[in-house]
T-cell receptor, first 116, second 113 residues
Framework: GDSVTQMEGPVTLSEEAFLTINCTYT??????LFWYVQYPGEGLQLLLK?????DKGSNKGFEATYRKETTSFHLEKGSVQVSDSAVYFC???????????????FGKGTLLTVNP | ETGVTQTPRHLVMGMTNKKSLKCEQH?????MYWYKQSAKKPLELMFV???????ENNSVPSRFSPECPNSSHLFLHLHTLQPEDSALYLC????????????FGNGTRLTVT
């Protein structure tokens, strides 16, 4: 079945440091890939997405590139801020699983803490 | 109001109690979801409703009973829960036909004593 593997957290960085959170996936088809973010006390919200190979999703200074050859979708940001402290979830939607949002498969999440 | 609203935010219940979680969305979406979020585990999809009909039930124990009376409201009825059911329960909605993103509520933190 489909699966998503994220790097284990927690990740602790100083403000303005470079961030990478690794995400790899297994899927039977050609999935769409997503990063969701969960700020303290809140639900998840979509951060960015990519729907086909070599697409780059970007939002709020975060980027992730859909790499089919390495089945990866790593999240990066050049300079993190304290306000980026949150839990980040990688997810995929596999059309071979029937498509649609309710087939989203999530990773376990990576807690990021940014210190001033 | 906008977005997805869940009530209550926190709930403590005994194993013999019956309670309900409520979710309301004001986004005009036609699909709604219940997820369970436990520490150090991936999000677990519990139930999906599309156009008010249940389309997915991921082998959830019968002590959890969903209800979707219309496209804007979703309930999760709880009875005779176990301590391991303590978790954050998240409601989400989406516009299914457009494969739009999931919009989540802030969740209900459930503690079963």
């Amino acid at each position: 079945g489909d699966s998503v593997t994220q790097m284990e957290g927690p990740v602790t960085l100083s403000e303005e440091a470079f961030l990478t959170i690794n995400c790899t996936y297994t899927a039977t088809g050609y999935p769409s890939l997503f990063w969701y973010v969960q700020y303290p006390g809140e639900g998840l919200q979509l951060l960015l997405k990519a729907t086909k190979a070599d697409d780059k999703g970007s939002n709020k200074g975060f980027e992730a590139t859909y790499r089919k050859e390495t089945t990866s979708f790593h999240l990066e940001k050049g300079s993190v801020q304290v306000s980026d402290s949150a839990v980040y979830f990688c997810a995929l939607s596999d059309p071979n699983s029937g498509g649609s949002n309710y087939k989203l498969t999530f990773g376990k999440g990576t807690l990021l803490t940014v210190n001033p | 109001e906008t977005g997805v609203t869940q009530t209550p935010r926190h709930l403590v219940m005994g194993m013999t109690n019956k309670k309900s979680l409520k979710c309301e969305q004001h986004l005009g979406h036609n699909a709604m979801y219940w997820y369970k979020q436990s520490a150090k585990k991936p999000l677990e999809l519990m139930f999906v409703y599309s156009l008010e009909e249940r389309v997915e039930n991921n082998s959830v124990p019968s002590r959890f009973s969903p209800e979707c009376p219309n496209s804007s409201h979703l309930f999760l009825h709880l009875h005779t829960l176990q301590p391991e059911d303590s978790a954050l329960y998240l409601c989400a909605s989406s516009q299914e036909q457009r494969l739009g993103p999931l919009h989540f509520g802030n969740g209900t933190r459930l503690t079963v004593t």
